[in-house]
């Protein structure tokens, strides 16, 4: 077995590769960006190396840089885990040629599958089902606008070289097929520097399974059953589970030796995905081969028992696959949810902050967490921004989306936006409890999933309150110089001749909620939002508030985050404010109606004149950020005064990009 490997990536995955390896006793070498200095994945490698500044093609990317820093440290082998260079048939050759092993399959299998279009060539004629669509090099755009009106839309536009939902398009009118197209080869060329495409039909309400294939160097092949990923957003997987709902034996038997067939066909090592959409007449057609690990092998390893990265290590070191095919078995249902530093109900954009508070539920059987983020880190804008993956795992699918609901509750985060809210709502919707969900789940329960969560308003408010009245009280601070017996110094509810009342202004989504508040001997009594309350309770941490309103508990987290109190308790989780309404008011502008930076970002495209009219919604300018495309639109009818920036300028975060004047 290797004594020593480079782990060529950051993050959650390093974390895991690392966590694996040194169980086997394999030592750990990371690499690191600027940004990356403090990271978990350098705290837990045996040694770390810098390898360059923060943006990935300086760092992440640089292959000879990171091929210099293995033989530095002596290492016999690169794990490229996911993203990055993990499907880099250039990478892969740089390593074999340096006699260092690349944890994966060959150069030439991932070129093979690395490019969707290739692949597709590559299994035409066989007996692996495709979608219809072009897959051919002729990339004019007038002729690919051609193919897709000879296919019939709605067609799907993939780049060739994509993965992770980057550079996909649904076009569903000719009329918008240029502009759809235009748009994905942008964001294909910034994330992976390749913009050609493949044109497929648009196959209505599917589902997205895929295989978890395995392969060794002596022929032996296994599938790992089936994932189902359909509940997705832009094309970007949300939730995952294992085994697929629906699916029978015969089904699954067949789409695992279908997947098989794949792999041989490009004499595949090692761990691979092959994926595929199912329609409703449950038939299936194969999509791509993804040659590495996927975010969400966890719920496979949770339904087989099978360290997946264990099983990397070993075939790349020439061993055989642990286990055939008749040996592997299916235990329970996993589902994992992707928990990311973005904002629902701004778009969904990547929300760039410090993590100034984070818990975790506990990890043990029924539930794991994957991540490389601790609390106190930042969120930057240079990669992705998932903060970890929860996974729960229980006998049957009933039974683990109780353990997801759970685990989600329980899941604090204070600091930044997150999708938990979002989250939350997909196991309510009764269609994800019935098994009913394709590719279009996001889309046919949009209204739902972004709805605001539903609290017990004067509740919340009490706890509120009384969290600023305990940390009031506890601290009784004098004002320099004042006399330590006097009263007037005290800032507590004292007053001369007076009941001790005074009043408290919270602010929830912008509206100001007023509480009248009466000490009494050891509780309070509260008046807000039209009624009032009881209470008492006590601060046991600084963090931790036990109260009782009109008689009922609540043990709940209260996190201060200078004017921001988040609330965290029983199937509640909510932030007051302290602030000024009209910066509150400021703040909660969404990004159809703020004409300045969301985030720092590079302008792809000005869409507009100045001087120019124009309608409500009209397409001002588009930022690209985390190598994911956001639209500026007009917020109302006016005029566009003036445009500060051109295509190809850097943006800070907040700067102002259009002067726009509404019409009267």
Known sequence: MFNKILIANRGEIACRIIR?????GIQCVAIYSTADEHALHVKLADEAYFIGESPSSESYLQGERIINVAKQSRCEAIHPGYGFLSESPEFANVCEKNNITFIGPSSASILAMGDKAKAKQLLEGKNTPLTPGYHGSNQEPTFLQQQAEN??????????????????????????????????????????????????????????????????????????????????????KILEEAPAIGISAELRSEMGKAAIAVAQSVDYLGAGTVEFLLDEE?????????????????????????????????????????????????SGHAIEVRIYAEDPYGGFLPSI???????????????????????????????????????????????????????????????????????????????????????????????????????????????GALYLLLNQGKDNKLHPGDDKYSPWGKTNQWRLNLEPSQEIELFMDGQA????????????????????????????????????????KYQTTVIRDNNEITVFGHNLHYCLSIQTLESINRGSDDLIGNLTSPMPGTVVSVLVDAKKEVDKGTPLLIIEAMKMEHTLYAPSKGTVKKIHYKQGDLVKEGVQLIEFEANE
């Open 513 to 552: 909620q007023l509480i009248y508040c009466l000490a009494k001997e050891n509780n309070y009594q509260l008046e807000c939002n039209g009624a009032n309350y009881a209470v008492s309770g006590r601060l046991t941490t600084t963090t931790q508030l036990d109260a009782t309103i009109n008689h009922q």
């Open 282 to 330: 449950q038939n299936f057609y194969f999509m791509e081969m993804n040659t590495r690990l996927q975010v969400e092998h966890p719920i496979t390893e949770m339904i087989t028992g099978i360290d997946l990265v264990q099983w990397q290590l070993l075939i790349a070191n020439g061993e055989t696959l642990p286990l055939t095919q008749e040996q592997l078995t299916l």
């Open 20 to 24: 694996s390896a040194q169980q086997m």
């Open 151 to 236: 296919i019939g839309y709605p067609v799907l536009l993939k780049a060739a070289a994509g993965g992770g939902g980057k550079g996909m398009r649904v076009v569903d009118d000719p009329k918008n097929f240029s502009s759809a197209l235009a748009s994905a080869k942008r964001e294909a060329l910034a994330s992976f520097a390749d913009d050609t495409f493949i044109i497929e039909k648009l196959v209505q309400n599917p589902r997205h399974i895929e295989i978890q294939i395995f392969a060794d160097d002596h022929g032996n092949y296994v599938y790992l059953f089936e994932r189902d990923c359909s509940i997705q957003r832009r094309h970007q």
């Open 353 to 463: 902050g410090k993590l100034v508070h984070l818990a975790y539920p506990v990890e043990n059987k029924h539930v794991r967490i994957d991540s490389g983020i601790t609390e106190s880190d930042e969120i930057s804008p240079y990669y992705d921004p998932m903060i970890a993956k929860l996974i729960v795992w229980d006998k049957d699918r009933s039974k683990a989306i109780v353990r997801l609901q759970k685990a989600l509750w329980e899941t604090q985060i204070v600091g930044l936006k997150t999708n938990i809210p979002f989250l939350k709502k997909i196991y309510q919707i009764s269609d994800y409890q019935t098994g009913n969900i394709t590719t279009n789940f996001v889309e046919q329960h949009h209204d739902e999933l972004l709805a605001k969560q539903e609290v017990d308003r004067g509740i919340l408010l009490c706890l």
